[in-house]
């Protein structure tokens, strides 16, 4: 996995650009997360334009470009509600819409929202959009409860019968990986066979910058751990 926001001004060879795609499979972000944090900010159609061109030509899924709703319940965000991250957002996927280059990339529909009932707002402001896939973000994306429900949702209003990917954002407990393994088997056998969940964490990345690495994963009766 790759971001726009960490790599959209990367120059030179790197290995994404020089990858063989037929043997790897590379999911790219749009940026929200430095966006959430006030290391990336976006101008109008130039900088749209720019992250949209990078993931069609590096990734081979990817997150839509999305506003994080997260950061609202905390002081210094310049989005002051989930329905103002949302107006940005639904500009976004307008544009991604109507200039993305038709076949080279597959987009994952991104769904924030900071309670259940966001989160569900969200999606039916979203669902209209006709990408490839989903990314489920924001605090509610480690709700199994909602997970399942939004799932449901998407199945009944065939909003999921068509595509391909599933991301789950900023996950890494490895519980997490056995359910939503559970979850993929579910949707394959009664849904969709060939829909695959994928998740991540940036957590390798900054653990290595402390000269950290993760070790094998240590199994308890009450957790599991790396």
Not at 46 to 63: G, N, P, Q, S, V
Not at 80 to 93: G, P, R, W, Y
Not at 112 to 120: I, L
Not at 217 to 226: A, H, K, Q, S
Request: aromatic share 10%.
């Amino acid at each position: 996995m790759t971001s726009a926001g960490q790599a959209l001004t990367q120059k030179g060879d790197n290995m994404f650009a020089g990858r063989d795609r037929s043997k790897t499979t590379i999911v790219a972000d749009s940026g929200g997360y430095q966006i959430a944090h006030n290391r990336l900010s976006i101008n109008g159609d130039k900088d749209r334009l720019k992250i949209l061109r990078w993931l069609e030509d590096t990734a081979d899924y990817a997150m839509t470009l999305d506003v994080p709703s997260g950061p609202v319940m905390k002081k210094g965000y310049k989005f002051n509600s989930t329905q103002d991250c949302l107006k940005a957002t639904l500009e976004h996927l307008d544009y991604f819409q109507k200039n993305r280059v038709a076949g080279k990339i597959k987009f994952l529909n991104v769904i924030q929202g900071n309670t259940p009932a966001e989160c569900m707002a969200w999606y039916d402001a979203v669902k209209h959009y006709d990408f490839e896939g989903w990314a489920i973000a924001g605090p509610m994306r480690h709700n199994l409860h909602y997970l399942c429900r939004l799932i449901l949702t998407m199945a009944r209003e065939n909003k999921i019968q068509d595509k391909s990917w599933i991301h789950i954002l900023g996950t890494c407990e490895l519980e997490a990986g056995v359910l939503f393994t559970a979850l993929q088997r579910a949707i394959n056998l009664t849904i969709n066979k060939d829909l695959r969940i994928s998740y991540d964490t940036s957590s390798p990345f900054r653990l290595i910058s402390k000269f950290l690495v993760y070790s094998m994963p240590e199994f308890g009766t009450n957790r599991m751990v790396l």
